[in-house]
Nanobody, 126 residues
Framework: QVQLVESGGGSVQAGGSLRLSCAAS????????MGWFRQAPGEEREFVAS????????VYANSVKGRFTLSRDNAKDTVYLPMNSLKPEDTAVYYC???????????????????WGQGTQVTVSS
């Protein structure tokens, strides 16, 4: 089992920044690729970004590329998602997730992930 706890959400104005964190506990953190997804009211959960177990490979949704930067610290069992130039359409509940690590590109589909956090709300006002 892996337990995931997100933090860092909040309310900001458009153009502002937030940094989300996801702290993991349980099984060896470095055994997992990590991902962030988001879900707005009435919408399906969508992929935001993912990172390989080593941190050497990252994937971003086109909508956040160049604004969000995903990183991980395996010594602290934590992933970080600084979000810059936030837009109202970034408003959603953001979820951290863990997937068994494989080789190559980290996964981008929700069903590839076995463990999920409770989510943290991000609200961007115009």
């Amino acid at each position: 089992q892996v337990q995931l706890v997100e933090s860092g959400g909040g309310s900001v104005q458009a153009g502002g920044s937030l940094r989300l964190s996801c702290a993991a506990s349980g099984r060896t953190f470095s055994s997992y690729a990590m991902g962030w997804f988001r879900q707005a009211p009435g919408e399906e959960r969508e992929f935001v970004a993912s990172i390989s177990w080593s941190g050497r490979s990252t994937v971003y949704a086109n909508s956040v590329k160049g604004r969000f930067t995903l990183s991980r610290d395996n010594a602290k069992d934590t992933v970080y998602l600084p979000m810059n130039s936030l837009k109202p359409e970034d408003t959603a509940v953001y979820y951290c997730a863990a997937a068994p690590a494989g080789s190559g590109r980290p996964p981008t589909r929700p069903y590839d992930y076995d463990y999920w956090g409770q989510g943290t709300q991000v609200t961007v006002s115009s």
